[in-house]
T-cell receptor
């Protein structure tokens, strides 16, 4: 069964500190992996996307890594800000779905709270 | 803004009411999606439309009825819902799988509460 598991479920850090969120997946066939940020009451917004051949991708203070052999990804946030408080969702795209679209397998998300 | 709008943003309804959720995308995409997001659970895909044709119904109860009049608009008609249907309903759009990029862009969602 295709699954995406994220840890921790929730995290509290102080402003200015770094943190790392984890994602393990068992999705096959694999197309790509995305990290989304979802603010409370809003829709998810894409932060990074990585294909099978990519090991790391940065977007400002966000850096994602991908190990396709172990099927693990991480999202590292540097010098956290209060506006980083949100849910971070790991999403793996499965190729070969019928209907002309790539099926997305969502993790349950990590809820991050950045405190002053 | 992602280019995908949803209305209303909040909706409270009784179990005997009939209401509709609306989604509009301004991105020129040809695929649209409805997702349900319950607290602390992963997003659940409900329906997929490609070029106005429904290509996936993920075992969704018939009390949810989608409508896609054109590739820019998507509706979700609701009737005789249950309290457990209370959730955030998200609309998304994308290009089809063979067209790059086919990233899904999400709307802000409709927070639905069923009393």
């Amino acid at each position: 069964k295709n699954q995406v598991e994220q840890s921790p479920q929730s995290l509290i850090i102080l402003e200015g500190k770094n943190c790392t969120l984890q994602c393990n997946y068992t999705v096959s066939p694999f197309s790509n992996l995305r990290w989304y940020k979802q603010d409370t009451g809003r829709g998810p917004v894409s932060l990074t996307i990585m294909t099978f051949s990519e090991n790391t991708k940065s977007n400002g203070r966000y850096t994602a890594t991908l190990d396709a052999d172990t099927k693990q990804s991480s999202l590292h946030i540097t010098a956290s800000q209060l506006s980083d408080s949100a849910s971070y969702i790991c999403v793996v795209s499965e190729t070969g779905s019928s209907g002309g679209y790539n099926k997305l397998i969502f993790g349950a998300g990590t809820r991050l709270a950045v405190h002053p | 803004e992602t280019g995908v709008t949803q209305t209303p943003r909040h909706l409270v309804m009784g179990m005997t009411n009939k209401k509709s959720l609306k989604c509009e995308q301004h991105l020129g995409h040809n695929a649209m999606y409805w997702y349900k997001q319950s607290a602390k659970k992963p997003l659940e895909l409900m329906f997929v439309y490609n070029f106005k044709e429904q290509t996936e119904n993920n075992s969704v109860p018939s009390r949810f009825s989608p409508e896609c009049p054109n590739s820019s608009h998507l509706f979700l008609h609701l009737h005789t819902l249950q309290p457990e249907d209370s959730a955030l309903y998200l609309c998304a759009s994308s290009l089809l799988a063979g067209e790059s990029p086919n990233e899904q862009f999400f709307g802000p969602g409709t927070r639905l509460t069923v009393l």
